[in-house]
């Protein structure tokens, strides 16, 4: 396990584990009036989520040796805006430290002990360190295609369209998702121009100009498995890019 942040990495104590990353959705209900029964206010997404770690520091036997490496672990934990990996393959985004505990081994104060550290994860999930991208030629005025998100969330999805025609109006429609739509009208996109569409950031714009204006409907989500897109327009490459996460 390892605390990173941009290129310094640390590697955490051997006898490390994470003792809890539960998480809960906001789920509000009110009561209905002179009624059984309530009303779901909520809107079901994940809550902020706390990170657990617990240390074991026991292979020390003088106070200077447990001090020094209670001092490096507690450097460490405190940078924030770093990303902790369970594993080599994923990661979870930290925002900083909570809270630090120490505990000592009964007559073992200040050689042995265990070291509780909690992170706030604003953001909940845990993502792939590997991105997915692929491509779709489109040559017809409507084209289907599927993109499958192996994650357990919901997640955001970038695209970026080369128009190999004039292009004045575009649809993307997530057939999968209730048929979310993502609308773009645009004079400017001419063949050869390049549209990006990135849901995670909230970004669309046509080689470097900003165009979000141009947009109608909402950006596109990938919901967990298949998702089948429904592309209206002139002929175009796509492009697309997702990184999966999870609960």
Not at 14 to 21: A, D, E, I, Q, R
Not at 57 to 75: G, H, Q, V
Not at 189 to 216: H, W
Not at 217 to 224: E, K, M, S, V
Request: glycine share 8%; proline share 3%.
């Amino acid at each position: 396990m390892k605390l990173v942040k941009n290129s310094i990495i640390y590697e955490l104590p051997m006898l490390t584990k994470v003792s809890g990353f539960d998480f809960d959705f906001r789920t509000d209900t009110e009561d209905k009036a002179l009624q059984h029964g309530g009303v779901f206010t909520g809107d079901g997404k994940a809550e902020v989520r706390t990170l657990e770690l617990e240390i074991g520091i026991y292979a020390f036997t003088t106070r200077a040796e447990y001090r020094n490496l209670l001092d490096e672990i507690k450097l460490y934990a405190s940078r924030r805006g770093q990303k902790f990996y369970r594993d080599d393959d994923r990661y979870i985004n930290i925002e900083c430290i909570k809270s630090i505990q120490e505990e000592f081994e009964d007559g073992y104060h200040g050689i042995k002990g265990t070291l509780t550290l909690d992170f706030i994860c604003v953001d909940p999930f845990e993502y792939s360190t590997a991105a997915i991208t692929g491509s779709e030629i489109v040559t017809e005025s409507t084209q289907e295609f599927t993109v499958k998100n192996p994650g357990t969330a919901d997640t955001p999805i970038k695209f970026t369209i080369t128009a190999n025609a004039n292009n004045p109006a575009i649809t993307l429609v997530n057939e999968t998702d209730d048929n979310r739509t993502f609308g773009y009208q645009d004079t400017g996109f001419t063949s050869g121009k390049v549209v990006t569409i990135d849901s995670a950031e909230g970004i669309v714009k046509r080689d470097t100009t900003d165009t979000i204006n141009d947009m109608g409907g909402t950006f596109i989500n990938l919901l967990p498995g298949d998702n089948v897109i429904k592309y209206t327009g002139a002929a175009a490459t796509i492009a697309y890019e997702l990184t999966p996460r999870w609960l």
